[in-house]
């Protein structure tokens, strides 16, 4: 069956596009984690080449840590779900309702996020930031039933228009013949061979996913050898494409993108040199090789053959040690080492490198400083949240709303945005903001506070910034009314009480009154 036209032959062509960018990518991945890129041809009983230093792997896997952390922090939202400015005008006007919708939508994002830790995303995230770091690329699937998967650069291509929208992607995966259900068997054996029995089925076969963007719909479907799987079709609105086409930085004109460590890619492969020639010339000069006169009364037998603690004919003139005398090149070699290691730490943002030299180092230096280091990756924190975090979170939430697992939202009422960086994680933004805001007020006296201010809504929005769920915590206004009535009913009966017992005294004072006066007046005939 020819192959024009099919989804492999399209992949062929475009492969040659990402040829360059691949061979990049695999020179960042053998100074850094050669298991992440392999070379051509390597399969699961590969044996990768160790670099002779472990800066490299450490960078990567510290940065990508750093990074997950950053984009997915574990204890808050990574993302606000927001009403449109028309919505909170009309909410503003309802006293308390803005709370109420702040409170809703606090829910819902701690809803999306318990359904993300309880996926096992996080690990298939750590694995993707990995690859951007190295590879500057990656694909991440997100099947409808939930899960993600991560596709090296090697197994896919992808076009992007000019503002790198993506146009076609397309996976390749290579499985087993016997692993198939029968009707693809017979299906694939008729397309390759015409006969079912001559197919082997120890044959492998390459299983082709492609998706392109048609209108503002993301269609796929599927192909094995060429031939179409049946029902492999699939559409989805393209904000909530089940793939993501993930690169490090944005290059206008290119549809892939560079990696971090191809930015130093320099230094990886002059401390790699260096180390391999520091290990050798280290374990050439452990060597201990004695050297004995040949005329010399001292035989080499005898000084090869001797004990620990033994005593032996000659004089201490025959028998000298081989040195190898390079101490001071190695010294140069070393401090360089030293040098290139530093400058690596502070591009990976390692802790040794934010850490100054001395004794008594404060914290508060080494927030500082990390924050130093940490300002140079905002142009990666943009990129990433505009085509990782925000598309992953709306096919999240897709997924979600068609398992019935969440209510869907009205259109265009509310939509997540993404609240990235040093300074703001979640709602840590508005945060702060409501803490400036009653900083900046607090001069004005309690009094003006209490005259202007709803400090129920007050309560509810910081509860809500901070991510906790405020059912039962803070009192709701029927809940309110209630006490109050039953303080108010209360003091009523303790006024009523107070006022019989108050009256009691003046009653009988003035029964005593009108009895003395009965036994006073004169007898009425």
Not at 89 to 116: C, H, N
Not at 335 to 361: C, K
Not at 489 to 505: F, H, N, R, S, V
Request: with cysteine.
């Amino acid at each position: 069956m020819s192959n024009a036209g099919t989804c492999q032959a399209r992949y062929e062509m475009l492969a040659a596009d990402r040829e360059v960018y691949l061979t990049r990518a695999r020179e960042g991945a053998k100074l850094t984690i050669p298991t992440l890129i392999p070379l051509e041809g390597s399969g699961k009983h590969t044996v990768f080449p160790t670099p002779y230093q472990g800066i490299g792997a450490r960078g990567v896997n510290n940065l990508a840590s750093k990074l997950l952390l950053s984009l997915f922090p574990p204890n808050s939202p990574f993302f606000a779900m927001r009403v449109d400015d028309f919505t909170a005008t009309e909410l503003a006007q309802e006293e308390g309702a803005r709370a109420k919708v702040d409170e809703s939508l606090g829910k819902y994002e701690r809803s999306v996020m318990q359904s993300i830790e309880d996926s096992g995303d996080r690990s298939a995230h750590f694995e993707a930031l990995k690859h951007l770091v190295v590879a500057g690329n990656v694909l991440l699937y997100l099947p409808k039933d939930g899960g993600t998967r991560v596709f090296p650069l090697s197994r896919y291509v992808t076009v992007r228009d000019p503002m790198g929208q993506m146009l076609e992607t397309i996976i390749e995966e290579e499985m087993s013949f016997a692993s198939l259900p029968q009707d693809l068997k017979e299906l694939v054996a008729e397309g390759e061979k015409g006969e079912h029995s001559k197919v082997d089925p120890k044959d492998t076969i390459k299983l082709h996913t492609k998706f392109y963007l048609e209108g503002d719909k993301v269609l796929s479907y599927q192909e094995i050898d060429g031939v179409l799987v049946p029902a492999s079709e699939g559409s989805w609105p393209k904000e909530k494409s089940p793939v993501l086409a993930l690169r490090w930085t944005r290059v206008d004109g290119e549809d892939y993108g560079r990696s971090y460590v191809e930015e130093y890619l320099g230094d990886l492969i002059s401390l790699e040199g260096l180390s391999k020639a520091l290990l050798e010339g280290s374990a050439a000069a452990a060597r201990l090789v004695f050297l004995v006169r040949p005329n010399g009364v001292t035989r080499a037998k005898d000084v090869m053959t001797a004990e620990n603690g033994a005593a032996v004919s000659g004089q201490p003139e025959d028998v000298q040690t081989l040195q190898v005398n390079k101490q001071a090149d190695m010294s140069v070699a070393q401090q360089q080492i030293a040098t290139i290691t530093d400058r690596l730490a502070y591009a990976f943002l390692m802790n040794s490198a934010v850490q100054r030299n001395g004794e008594r180092v404060t914290a508060e230096e080494v927030r500082y400083m990390a924050g130093e280091l940490e300002d140079a990756l905002g142009g990666v924190y943009s990129i990433l949240s505009q085509e990782y975090q925000l598309p992953y979170v709306m096919r999240v939430i897709d997924r979600l709303t068609r398992q019935k697992k969440l209510p869907a939202l009205p259109k265009g009422v509310a939509k997540p945005t993404i609240v990235t960086g040093l300074e703001a994680l979640g709602r840590g933004h508005d945060l702060s903001k409501y803490d400036l805001f009653l900083k900046a007020l607090a001069p004005l006296g309690p009094e003006v506070l209490q005259s202007h201010m709803n400090v129920g809504d007050y309560i509810t929005r910081i509860g809500t910034a901070l991510g906790i769920d405020l059912g039962g915590l803070v009192k709701s206004d029927e809940q309110k009314q209630a006490e109050q009535q039953a303080q108010q009913q209360a003091m009523q009966q303790q006024q009523q009480a107070e006022m019989i017992k108050g009256a009691i005294p003046a009653i009988a004072k003035e029964g005593a009154g009108a009895m003395r006066d009965m036994a006073q007046s004169p007898e009425q005939g």
